[in-house]
């Protein structure tokens, strides 16, 4: 349920066990095929389909879509915030929950660039709440990894960013917002070698850490986003909802 639409007798009323979940998300670029909204309505819409599917046994706080972009400033309408303004905002929304006495937070991300940070912020709330709280922090393409590399046709080259998973569930969530005819022709991708190069279905051993502009080659677009279809952005959604639905389950028994 949505933590924003009920009133504070209804949260009142909430078994403090119920998991709280908080998708942190970006406004920016993401090629000339699709919105700067595009991470932001990805996470929420996953929140929706989980709210579908779990009701009132999990809530969904506000997304935070601004982030952590300096990376992609390069591009034209594209917004971001310090890594220290972003933990301290992050910080305030999930403190406040824990003072209510809520005891399960998921941190769950839909832009890379806030996964350093991210792991900071679940770090710092588990070493000062962990005793009494479960603090956990995953990025979607993470929670469904091994299923959703069956469903890539691109493979991990193919799946950065503005790509083939993004543009496929964009066409499912918002297809009124995707100008399919504007995407690149081919892959987008400077390349630099396995052990440097990862997308959102392949992880690298190195991080390297370029500009959007560089690693896209100026497109802004990494990956290949010719194959997508609303089809495969079902497939995507449906394996990440189950991860998602069974990590939201599983948190009142960790130990």
């Not at 908080?22 to 989980?50: C, M």
């Not at 997304?63 to 952590?68: A, Q, S, T």
């Not at 000062?128 to 590399?149: D, H, N, P």
């Not at 569930?169 to 995707?178: F, G, R």
């Amino acid at each position: 349920m949505n933590w924003e639409d009920l009133s504070t007798v209804d949260l009142d009323n909430f078994d403090r066990e119920t998991p709280v979940v908080l998708n942190v998300a970006a406004i920016e670029q993401h090629g000339p095929h699709l919105p700067v909204s595009v991470d932001a309505d990805i996470g929420e819409f996953f929140l929706k389909e989980l709210n579908k599917r779990l009701g009132d046994q999990v809530l969904t706080l506000p997304c935070v879509k601004v982030g952590c972009s300096d990376h992609h400033m390069d591009f034209a309408g594209s917004l971001t915030v310090t890594h220290e303004a972003f933990m301290n905002y992050v910080l305030g929304i999930l403190e406040s929950v824990l003072h209510h006495g809520f005891k399960n937070i998921l941190i769950l991300n839909s832009h890379g660039g806030n996964n350093a940070i991210g792991k900071v912020i679940a770090e710092k709330l588990g070493a000062k709440y962990g005793k009494s709280a479960r603090i956990l922090f995953t990025a979607w393409w993470r929670a469904a990894g091994e299923q959703l590399t069956s469903i890539s046709d691109t493979g991990k080259l193919g799946t950065g960013h503005a790509c083939e998973f993004e543009t496929s569930v964009m066409l499912l969530a918002q297809p009124q917002k995707i100008k399919m005819e504007r995407v690149p022709k081919g892959l987008q991708f400077e390349q630099v070698g396995e052990h440097y190069d990862a997308g959102l279905s392949g992880g690298n051993s190195v991080d390297y850490i370029r500009s959007m502009k560089r690693i896209s080659g100026g497109s802004g677009v990494v990956g290949d986003a010719n194959t997508a279809s609303a089809k495969k952005g079902q497939m995507i959604t449906d394996v990440v909802i189950n991860s998602l639905s069974k990590i939201v389950t599983e948190m009142r028994e960790l130990p």
